[in-house]
């Protein structure tokens, strides 16, 4: 049975940067577990907890309900893939992958079997007899897996396993990554910075930033009903407003206070009461825009702004519209393509307008938090792949 | 075009090469094949004669011995020198250059001072022996100077910083997080020292064993001053042929001995070395 992996209440330090700070959560066995966060986050830290390559100062860490806490890395059930790979130059592609079982003293008939099934499995069976630096990054990528898989491990880390790639292998690798994991069923711990990954192949993702868990759940939770702002920023794009709860409408929703706007109606499933500061979170694709002014509707905000800019993409086109003081990021889907129908342009005045139950509102505690809503989700995992490393030293 | 200009860039090196390398080695080779009168007169004519006295015990045993001495030098140094560069690589930078610094400093002063405060060290009166007989590892008639422990000593601690250096250019380009991912395959740290460590530095290993064992195979100083009546090597006979007996074709014959000696596990290693390179590139 597949095996989960438990953290209790596990905190470390490295100097006077804490790296992971009470981290509590529970990876259910044969999940495809994701910890998503940016670069310095702490992630790899706790990767390395669970590999055995660091012990935490505080907590303990159980793996199938045994606490490995102080078992040293031979010990636990675990294998790695590492960021760099980590393949032993000295050895070709077979004897890398049957490293493990020789060191486990398995008999040479089982050894030879067993690698045969893993070349197979990464369809490597051609360059079994390659030099590590003979074969292409994808390739390495592949043996490294292979040789963390064919010791049986209840629990497979993966750390940023595919960050090195570049972006079309990225997908491929990450697709086969999915299969493998379909096919020996066992539980997969993944370290990410890319939030499109994590989205992409993970059953839960725990998002972490500055050493600590801000959320836990299925990628459409974290999107569709962030808990922190930190979180709606990092998980896709947004669009934050500043508010202030006014009015109770009906029974669950409130009227914003929001500057420069007329009353903003949001649903209010928080139950904050009037006079508490909040963001307002507004997902760019959950907008409308259009010329005209739409119909009246009980539910519906409607906000006149002017177009700053517009960015055609293909599939859809994003429109920077100008409201009071923000700038509110648009994305329209496009349908029918009309030679007639005038396209939305520079300085047209337009409408933006969504359903109250589209938005969602988040605390706003004090002035710090509004700096997180600075780091922008795009720049995370376009350059800052090497950061990671730099947060261990 | 490309290979003129780089035929001239080498140009000076290879003069220098061929007129102070070559060309002196070619003649003691020549010389081996002569003979010479008492006076030291070389004599006209070729004669294998030299070869023969090759092959007489003294020569034969001396050989050994010569071989011997040398080849335990390099055996200790590289037993010294593999965990000492390991150490240095693996430790932090500014501790890397001072402990680099450390061991380049004594190589700034005269060799030939160094040799004799060994004789200082190493005297019946000396530190290491007062300092051993109280610990009461050897007994106060033990001799460690003038013997071939002495030249041992000696020898070592001349040579094996030439060990040290390419092992530990090595062991700094090394991936200590292949030890985590030995680890992490369920080796232990001493295993993953052996398995993973000590195989991908083990052509530097070579070089660096080649760095001691040329120099000690030649050695004549070190016998020369702390050695005793019996402690000769072949360095100090190919001296003594010269000036004691004033014949320089046995000197030649002895010294292209010494060159053949030093030259095949050279040759060997090279071959070696080049039919492992595409494997262990970046750590060779």
């Known amino acids: ?393 | 075009m490309r290979r003129i200009k780089e035929a001239m860039l080498t140009f000076p090196s290879f003069c220098w090469l061929f007129f102070f390398f070559i060309v002196p080695a070619c003649l003691v080779y020549i010389l081996a094949f002569k003979t010479a009168d008492y006076t030291g007169k070389i004599l006209p004519g070729w004669s294998l004669e030299t070869f023969y006295s090759l092959f007489d015990s003294r020569s034969i045993s001396l050989t050994i011995r010569t071989m011997w001495l040398s080849i335990l030098t390099t055996g200790i140094s590289i037993f010294i020198a593999v965990p000492l560069s390991y150490y240095m690589a693996s430790c932090k930078k500014e501790l890397q250059q001072k402990l680099l610094l450390s061991l380049m400093i004594p190589l700034w002063s005269s060799f030939l001072v160094r040799i004799f405060a060994w004789k200082v060290v190493l005297h019946p009166e000396g530190l290491v022996k007062t300092v051993l007989v109280f610990i009461g590892i050897i007994d106060e008639q033990t001799i460690l100077l003038y013997n071939d422990i002495a030249i041992v000593i000696v020898m070592v601690y001349s040579y094996f910083p030439f060990a040290v250096l390419p092992l530990y250019s090595t062991a700094s380009k090394f991936d200590f997080q292949l030890f985590e991912a030995a680890m992490d395959l369920g080796a232990t740290k001493r295993k993953s020292f052996f398995s993973i460590y000590l195989p991908v530095i083990f052509p530097s290993i070579l070089t660096a064993s080649l760095m001691v064992l040329i120099p000690a195979a030649g050695a004549y100083v070190i016998p020369e001053i702390v050695g005793g009546n019996g402690a000769e090597m072949l360095g100090n006979t190919i001296v003594r042929r010269v000036f004691l007996d004033n014949n320089l074709p046995e000197a030649s014959t002895l010294s292209l001995l010494l060159s053949v000696v030093v030259l095949i596990p050279a040759i060997v290693i090279a071959t070696w070395k080049a039919s492992h390179t595409s494997q262990i590139k970046g750590y060779s």
């Open chain 1, 1 to 393: 049975m597949a095996a989960s992996i438990h953290f209790e209440r596990v905190s470390k330090c490295f100097g006077s940067a804490m790296a992971a700070d009470n981290v509590s959560f529970q990876v259910t066995g044969g999940s495809f577990f994701s910890i998503l966060g940016p670069s310095g986050c702490g992630k790899t830290t706790l990767l390395r907890l669970v590999a055995g390559f660091d012990t935490p100062d505080q907590g303990r860490i159980f793996i199938d309900g045994q606490d490995v806490t102080h078992l040293p890395p031979h010990k636990r059930p675990v294998n790695t893939v590492f960021q760099n790979y980590a393949l032993f130059p000295h050895l070709t592609v077979r004897e890398n992958i049957a490293f493990g079982l020789r060191i486990a003293r398995k008999d040479s008939s089982h050894i030879v079997r067993e690698v045969d099934k893993m070349l197979e499995l990464i369809q490597m069976e051609a360059h079994a007899d390659k030099w590590p630096d003979q074969i292409s990054g994808g390739q390495k990528q592949r043996v490294a897996i292979a040789r963390a898989l064919v010791n049986k491990p209840k629990v497979l880390l993966l750390d940023e396993p595919i960050s090195a790639l570049d972006l079309k292998l990225r997908q491929k690798m990450l697709l086969e990554l999915d299969l493998i994991h379909d096919e020996v069923g066992i539980t997969f711990l993944y370290i990410t910075h890319d939030q499109t990954e994590a989205m992409a192949v993970s059953d839960q993702i725990a998002v972490l930033h500055r050493g600590k868990i801000e959320q836990v759940g299925r990628p459409c939770e974290l999107y569709e009903s962030p808990r922190s702002s930190f979180v709606a920023a990092f998980i896709g794009d947004t669009n934050f407003l500043d508010g202030t709860v006014d009015v109770s409408v009906e029974k669950d929703y409130s009227q914003l206070h929001i500057e420069d706007f007329p009353p903003v109606l949001c649903f209010n499933d928080k139950k904050l009461s009037p006079g508490e500061l909040v963001h307002l979170s507004l997902r760019p694709e959950k907008l409308r825009i259009s010329r005209e002014k739409p119909a009246d509707h009980p539910l519906h905000n409607a906000l006149k702004g002017v177009v700053e800019d517009v960015v055609y993409q293909g599939d859809h086109t994003k429109y920077w519209v100008r409201i009071g003081g923000y700038r509110l990021g648009v994305t329209q889907q496009h349908g029918r393509f009309l030679l007639d129908t005038q396209q939305i342009t520079w300085k047209d005045e337009v409408w933006v307008w969504w359903h109250a139950d589209d938005s969602y509102i988040l605390e706003r505690y004090d002035a710090s938090d509004e700096k997180l809503i600075e780091a922008p989700s795009e720049k995370v995992g376009e350059n800052e792949e090497n950061e990671e490393s730099k947060c261990e030293e």
